[in-house]
């Protein structure tokens, strides 16, 4: 169908100011259709998807915003990867938007760990590589990774405020997927938008702000829920530790894999579990101390603990008593990487053992050198190697994978849990589908709790696919979750038949 950007998009920009955000200058609408352009680059490329030899062209643009007085206030940088050998109308071909979370986080971790045709390879903190990347579906569907002002390349020219806040990031981010479908003529394209962690606050708020975008699908790893209380916090953690203290052979497994494992928490979270929490002082002495032998069970914790907390277990206490007898704590990322308890501190998010978690058997064996291979010398980055060598753009620094100034600054606007908004655009416009997924062992964003989150929003079942990993937080670590995601998403945004 005829997608058109819409001039009112110079009407959204007037309102960056919701909830407090610092507005962007208004433009007119003859100036709205596409942001100009400061540093570039375009490159010709070939390689091998999911079993198909690909030509592509890889674009890297910086696109100018305007600041608060109307002057540029930041550039912000996108990486795109366009097929030109499909033999496809342009308005035919899909084409997915994608960006981590933070906030204050980069999409390197799509980019170079999932989706990008090129992966980064860390086998030790010294030997670092980009190698060809087998599952990218770039083969069915063009990518475009999108760095937020004050990741990546992406900078402020002074105070980045205005675009460090809930509606002020989503506005930018949104105002730049336009201009690039007005740019490359697709606006006729079928078009998805996918977040990852925070970034899927961001999704669901690009949706609410910009409907002109008219999304085909919204693509949501490893949701960050909200609206829950701290009883209904405790139910929807449950299934995740189960899942956890099966992998650490601390629950009895009875030859049940982990997927059974986590659906029977799941049951019994939501009934007998929950019931209990919500009886409080009233459950007599006998059913909680049943309770507590239960859960005990299911945890690999001392019915004793869990019962003089009143049958809540919190994620702390958690991660650092199910293996404190082997002097270790687990990861809350990724609650398969452990850390010694006697480690010395370290600053968040760097005291997570789970951060940027690989197991050693999901680490591909690299031989390099080799022509397709590219290794960093000395203590430069692959990634400013990569971009600087293979893409040809000339980066006005070093590209910035994780701002913690930014995380610090961030204006949250107190405006509750964006996924009710995502639920109405759906039920308002009957084409919009939603893809979400989940890892069994991510403590953080809870696969039962982002579950949970998408029903009591109200989305519309028949239009979820849901997807679960054995995984953390990154559900495409490990080539064989990498291979199955890569064709769950190649068949999400396949145009429908």
Same mark, same amino acid.
């Given at each position: 169908? @005829? ?40 490159? &010709?490329?070939? *390689? ?151 970034? @899927? ?73 929950? @019931? ?50 082997? *002097? ?16 010395? &501190? ?13 197991? &050693? ?77 989940? *890892? ?17 929003? *109200? ?24 291979? &199955? ?13």
């Amino acid at each position: 169908m @005829t997608r058109p950007l819409h001039a009112c998009l110079a009407a959204a920009m007037a309102s960056f100011a919701l909830g407090g955000a610092p507005a962007l200058a208004q433009e007119s609408a003859q100036d709205q259709d596409t942001l100009e352009i400061g540093r570039s680059a375009q490159t &010709a490329h070939s *390689g091998a998807f999911n079993g198909e030899e690909v030509r592509y062209d890889a674009l890297v643009e910086e696109s100018l915003l305007p600041g608060p007085d109307g002057a540029p206030g930041a550039g912000l940088v996108t990486t795109s990867y366009v097929r030109t050998d499909s033999g496809e109308p342009a308005g035919e071909r899909p084409v997915l938007f994608l960006f981590n979370g933070g906030p204050g986080a980069s999409t390197t971790p799509l980019h170079f760990g999932a989706f990008g045709p090129k992966r980064r390879v860390e086998l030790d903190e010294d030997e670092q590589y980009i190698v060809d990347n087998p599952f990218s579906p770039l083969n069915d569907v063009d990518l475009v990774f999108i760095d937020p002002v004050g990741t990546g390349y992406s900078q402020p020219v002074e105070d980045g405020q205005a675009f460090w806040s809930r509606t002020g990031d989503a506005r930018s981010v949104a105002r730049v997927i336009g201009s690039w479908l007005e740019r490359h003529g697709r606006t006729e394209s079928p078009r998805y938008l996918l977040g990852q962690s925070y970034g @899927t606050i961001r999704a669901a708020e690009i949706v609410r702000l910009a409907p002109e975008l008219e999304f085909d699908g919204v693509l949501l790893f490893a949701l960050v829920g909200g609206g829950r209380d701290e009883l209904i916090g405790h139910v929807t953690d449950l299934p995740s530790m189960a899942a956890t203290a099966w992998y650490h052979e601390r629950a009895g497994r009875d030859g049940r894999p982990v997927e059974d494992v986590y659906a029977d928490a799941v049951e019994f979270a939501r009934t007998d579990y929950v @019931t209990a929490l919500m009886l409080g002082g009233a459950l007599p002495e006998a059913r909680r101390e049943a309770m507590a032998e239960r859960l005990s069970a299911m945890t690999g914790l001392e019915a004793d603990a869990i019962a003089a907390q009143n049958l809540r277990i919190s994620k702390r206490d958690f991660m650092f008593t199910l293996l404190e007898d082997e *002097g270790l704590r687990t990861g809350r990322l990724d609650t398969r990487a452990t850390a010694r308890l006697d480690a010395p &501190a370290q600053r968040p998010p760097y005291d997570d053992p789970g951060l940027s978690y690989v197991p &050693a058997a999901d680490i591909p064996d690299i031989a390099c050198p080799a022509p397709d291979c590219l290794q960093a010398p000395g203590e430069e980055s692959i990634v400013d190697v990569y971009y600087q060598d293979v893409l040809g753009y000339d980066a006005p620094g070093d590209y910035n994978a994780l701002n913690l100034e930014v995380n610090a600054a961030w204006d949250y606007e107190d405006r509750g849990d964006p996924i009710p908004a995502l639920a109405e655009a759906m039920h308002a416009r009957p084409d919009l589908r939603l893809f979400w997924a989940a *890892g069994y062992f991510d403590l953080a964003t809870t696969a039962y709790g982002g579950r949970f989150t998408l029903d009591q929003a *109200g989305i519309p079942a028949d239009r979820l696919t849901a997807a679960y990993f054995k995984s953390g937080h990154s559900v495409f670590v490990g080539e064989d979750n990498l291979e &199955a995601l890569s064709e769950a998403v190649r068949d999400f945004t396949a145009p429908s038949e």
